[in-house]
């Protein structure tokens, strides 16, 4: 049997019908760029999440820069940010050519809440929480330590749409949150997408218009902005996702239940959950001292695990100018060489995933 890590045919099958219907009302309707698609999932969005207002964007990476650049901050300030995150976190922070102070992960491969005080300095001015692989932070201490240092917060929600911290939904925590609906991700559309959420109506006012060339009335430019929208395509899409986001969510926790309970590999070391902290499993990652190994040996079998991420952020070609030698974050990287996602994708079969827990027990 063949399995690949991810696929996204099986997500738009779920609900071909109901797709296929929103593209041809969206098509049809003679309006394609902000229009009463965008509305209402901005609105929807806004409701699923728990906050006053949710602005479409064109992709994860603009929701990040532009929520960090209408924070005010830019070239000396410094910006915490976990070590272990996908690279767009840490270019939110760079492209506004403000600096990223990196704090290790802890066992849940969340930021460590315990590191964090150490690297407040005068420059700080904001952490960058990123609940990566689906498990959202452990956001009571952080917000303490935030209000403490008054910091802003700024959430990556990339990959945590609808994951809670003692009942409070991802997103909801920070001066603002930011969300890629790139189609892997748990809310994925057909091609780019984001979006930024805030509950400060002004911020969210400077936002709305900076994403639209400084416009806020047509062809009336206050600030000189840029072009970052979400498509009606796109945000039609994604409401008829949004309406079944529980239930793939759902999904996703007995799949991974299932590898949780029958994976009993003692080479495998399983992802943990906080307590208080729930996982919408954007991966399920495991770890092992043979990871390498692991990868040959599931690809000779004809299956595909793939390592989310190699090589992390401050180890980068892309970040040699920020002269942070290897060794320096040596849990992050030690987890880099020993991390692995297992196969997970919406409409994943029960023979499938018994495959997969086959192949890797036998390892
Ligand atoms: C995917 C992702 C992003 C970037 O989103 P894009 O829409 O691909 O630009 C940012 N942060 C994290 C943690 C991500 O996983």
Redesign the pocket.
């Known amino acids: 049997m063949k399995i690949q890590c991810n696929r996204l045919d099986r997500g738009f099958e779920m609900f071909q019908a109901e797709f296929e219907q929103k593209a041809r009302d969206v098509l049809r309707s003679g309006w394609y760029i902000m229009g009463s698609e965008v509305k209402e999932f901005e609105q929807e969005f806004a409701d699923y999440i728990g906050v006053e207002h949710c602005i479409g964007v064109a992709?994860?990476?603009d929701a990040?820069w532009i929520a960090v650049r209408m924070l005010g901050i830019g070239a000396g300030d410094e910006v915490i940010v976990q070590a272990n995150?996908?690279i767009?976190?840490v270019m939110g922070i760079t492209i506004n050519g403000a600096t990223p102070v990196f704090v290790e992960p802890d066992i849940y491969n969340n930021i460590d809440p315990t590191k964090i005080e150490e690297k407040i300095t005068k420059k700080t001015k904001a952490i960058m929480v990123?609940h990566?692989y689906g498990q959202a932070s452990k956001m009571d201490t952080i917000v303490e330590i935030a209000n403490r240092y008054k910091l802003k917060i700024i959430e990556?929600c990339?990959?945590s749409h609808g994951a809670s911290f003692n009942g409070k939904t991802t997103g909801c925590f920070g001066d603002v949150a930011c969300f890629?609906f790139?189609p892997t991700?748990n809310l994925g559309a057909f091609g780019?997408g984001?979006a930024i959420m805030t509950s400060n109506a002004e911020l969210a006012n400077k936002i709305r218009t900076f994403r639209n060339y400084g416009s806020d009335k047509k062809y009336h430019f206050k600030v000189v902005g840029i072009n970052s929208r979400l498509d009606e395509i796109h945000a039609g899409l994604l409401r008829v996702r949004l309406a079944h986001l529980d239930e793939l969510i759902r999904g996703r926790v007995i799949l991974c239940a299932k590898y949780d309970s029958r994976i009993v590999n003692p080479r495998i070391e399983k992802p943990l959950i906080r307590d208080g902290a729930t996982s919408v499993w954007h991966q399920y990652v495991i770890k092992t001292d043979k990871r390498d190994e692991l990868i040959e040996y599931l690809a000779e079998r004809e299956i595909q695990a793939i390592i989310h991420y190699p090589i992390p952020p401050h180890l980068s070609e892309a970040y040699q100018d920020l002269g942070i030698e290897q060794g320096s974050l040596p849990i992050t990287e030690k987890d880099a060489l020993q991390i692995l996602s297992l196969p997970l994708y919406d409409g994943m079969t029960e023979e499938e995933l018994d495959y997969v827990i086959g192949a890797v027990n036998h390892f």
Do not use: E, F, I
Request: glycine share 12%.
């Open positions: 992709n994860g990476l990040l995150t996908y767009a976190s990123v990566l990556d990339a990959q890629s790139y991700k780019d984001g």
